[in-house]
């Protein structure tokens, strides 16, 4: 069971307090508070707890800031507010070391090759756990986030039409399902019994984000690199922007535009360019 919100709300009062006296301007104190209630909420939709506060979880949040697709600014002004409560805890150290990716330019996007991605596979299967089998295949071949994928439940999955909705917001999107996605499904659906969730831990409650980043991180990915990975090879297999951005879940579309390649090859534009208007004549 979630928390109180308001059980927060002492702590935070006294981050702001404290805040005064180190004379900070009253906007500069209304942004912590802020910041800090948004991450006290993020931390209680995880069932953690801002007074039990680890560096995972901080690391945690700064990867689902980046799968939203804030940017570096925003991240910063978010991970800014957290440095500095930690130093109210008297607890610096939580904030030492925490990985902050600068936003990538459209040629920088990690990526996994075609046989990284039959590696990772590889390695998933070795393990013989259905749940982390059709997990992996799930992100990898439908490219939703993490937040999406824990909020799967059966009603989403269509096995017969070969279809993933996600609802979000509203807002509904449809992801066709390889084969090979709805193979590991069906597997492992076969092997537990609840009516709801799809992802699931051991003692029948749904995957947290962090649990899934968790798992992730044993076979040494991240779910931002599966992610960026699904966009990538559907460009590279010259699908359209406004497909994948769709299917990815893009509000602007120059967010897709950042795996189109800045430079291409001089030839191969010249020869684009003499094919194209061949037939012209003076």
Request: glycine share 4%; with cysteine.
């Amino acid at each position: 069971m979630k928390k109180d919100f308001t059980e927060a709300t002492p702590l935070i009062s006294d981050f702001c307090n404290w805040l005064k006296g180190q004379k900070k301007s009253p906007s500069t104190i209304d942004t912590y508070r802020r910041e800090l209630e948004n991450y006290q909420e993020w931390l209680q939709e995880n069932d953690r707890d801002i007074h039990q506060l680890e560096k995972i979880d901080i690391q945690s949040y700064i990867y689902f800031l980046e799968q939203q697709q804030k940017s570096l600014a925003t991240i910063d002004k978010k991970v800014g507010s957290i440095r500095t409560f930690a130093k109210f805890l008297e607890k610096p150290e939580l904030t030492f070391g925490i990985e902050v990716k600068p936003v990538g330019k459209k040629n920088e996007i990690e990526t996994l090759s075609s046989i990284e991605c039959n590696e990772l596979l590889k390695k998933v299967k070795e393990g013989c756990n259905l749940r982390n089998i059709a997990m992996v295949c799930v992100l990898l071949h439908t490219g939703i986030r993490v937040s999406e994928l824990c909020n799967l439940d059966r009603s989403d999955i269509d096995l017969v039409h070969h279809e993933l909705t996600i609802d979000k917001n509203g807002e509904k999107r449809v992801i066709p399902l390889s084969q090979e996605t709805r193979e590991h499904l069906q597997n492992y659906l076969d092997s537990h019994s609840s009516q709801e969730a799809i992802f699931i831990s051991p003692i029948g409650e749904r995957l947290t984000e962090r649990a899934v980043q968790y798992i992730l991180k044993k076979y040494d990915v991240n779910p931002q690199k599966i992610r960026h990975t699904f966009c990538q090879r559907l460009i590279d297999n010259n699908v359209d922007l406004e497909t994948v951005s769709r299917l990815a879940g893009h509000k602007d579309i120059n967010v897709t535009k950042r795996y189109v390649k800045s430079q291409m090859n001089k030839q191969k534009v010249e020869d684009v360019i003499n094919h194209t208007f061949a037939n012209d004549s003076l």
